[in-house]
């Protein structure tokens, strides 16, 4: 029997293996600015902040929690509301599958039905995959930071990512929270799609 892919929201329970898949980036890569991997405690904090607003998708093979991507606030002030970040992490044996694509294009249908108008994304370089993989989800380059980063024993730049998600209104009304979100026909119908796309794809490796 082929492994089954499928995407949801993120639950209490994913906390330590969402860590797992972070704990590489923390500690082998500099795509993570963070020198030490969270505590599960300190992570689950973090988990609990942002999907008071944001939506958390995971994606699963056979149950097993292979990537995930998540809305995040950009800045706080409050006429920043409407343009949140996004970030994405995958268990590097399931790349090249079509699971961040399919992961990034829910996370942004969701957040435009929830009335979030921009994105953002830093990617930390030189990370052509990374890079080019934004480039393909629509995002337009924005602008480099340079020299923003030290980490094992460099300095890094980021490269800076914008994608509109939805028109602007003349008169924004405050985002939905994810609960209302949850509410909307719109969620379920955009899940189901995630979800059925996800049926085609061949997680073999």
């Known amino acids: 029997m082929a492994d089954k892919l499928n995407m949801r929201l993120i639950k209490n329970t994913d906390a330590e293996a969402t860590l797992e898949i972070y704990r590489v980036y923390v500690e082998k890569t500099a795509i993570s600015f963070e020198y030490e991997v969270p505590a599960l405690h300190e992570w689950q904090k973090r988990i609990e902040t942002n999907t008071s607003e944001y939506p958390w998708l995971v994606g699963t093979c056979d149950g097993e929690i292979i990537g995930y991507a998540y809305g995040s606030k950009h800045r706080y002030r409050t006429a920043y509301m409407w343009s949140p970040e ?28 929830q009335g979030f108008v921009n994105v953002y994304a830093g990617v930390a370089t030189p990370n052509p995959k990374s890079e080019n993989f934004h480039l393909s989800m629509g995002f337009s380059e924005i602008g480099i930071f340079r020299n923003v980063g030290y980490k094992f024993d460099k300095w890094h730049d980021t490269r800076w990512f914008q994608k509109q998600l939805t028109e602007l209104p003349p008169k924004p009304s405050y985002p939905l929270k994810l609960q209302e979100l949850k509410n ?13 796309q996800l049926t085609k794809l061949n997680p073999a490796i």
């Open 184 to 196: 909307r026909p719109e969620f379920s119908a955009i899940m189901a799609q995630a979800n059925e």
């Open 86 to 113: 996004s970030t994405i992490y995958l268990n590097e044996k399931f790349h090249g599958l079509g699971l961040a694509k399919v992961l990034y294009q829910s996370l942004f249908r969701l957040m435009a039905v």
